[in-house]
């Protein structure tokens, strides 16, 4: 049975930092594309952030481009997301996700985490 299960969520600042952190279960995680995806209330899904199963092609939405960082270590069957200069906007459910090696990106729809909110105060 395939588990993602975030953490890292809570209140910060304007401008502060928080790292969320993806750990998977119940696949082979090196042959996955890992992402993370954020839904705020009212609006639609939308993407953040991918990585490739190497590590070396990492997507990023316009939104969070320069701001947002991901890693994975696939060692540890983990994936990061660093966040910093955040702003309210940003306030949202972020979800983990993982697909097919060949999907990195918008598209990424297989497996998904329960979330971790993150709040970001003006």
């Known amino acids: 049975q395939v588990q993602l299960v975030e953490s890292g969520g809570g209140l910060v600042q304007t401008g502060g930092s928080l790292r969320l952190s993806c750990a998977a279960s119940?696949?082979?995680?090196?042959?996955?594309?890992m992402g993370w995806f954020r839904r705020a209330p009212g609006k639609e899904r939308e993407f953040v952030a991918a990585?490739?199963?190497?590590?070396?092609?990492?997507y990023y939405a316009d939104s969070v481009k320069g701001r947002f960082t991901i890693s994975r270590d696939n060692a540890k069957s983990t994936v990061d997301l660093q966040m910093d200069s955040l702003k309210p906007e940003d306030t949202a459910v972020y979800y983990c996700?993982?697909?097919?090696?060949?999907?990195?990106?918008?598209?990424?729809?297989?497996?998904w985490g329960q979330g971790t909110q993150v709040t970001v105060s003006s």
């Open positions: 990585i490739s199963w190497g590590g070396s092609m990492p």
């Open positions: 996700a993982a697909d097919s090696w060949a999907r990195v990106g918008p598209q990424m729809n297989n497996y």
């Open positions: 119940g696949l082979t995680f090196s042959r996955y594309a």
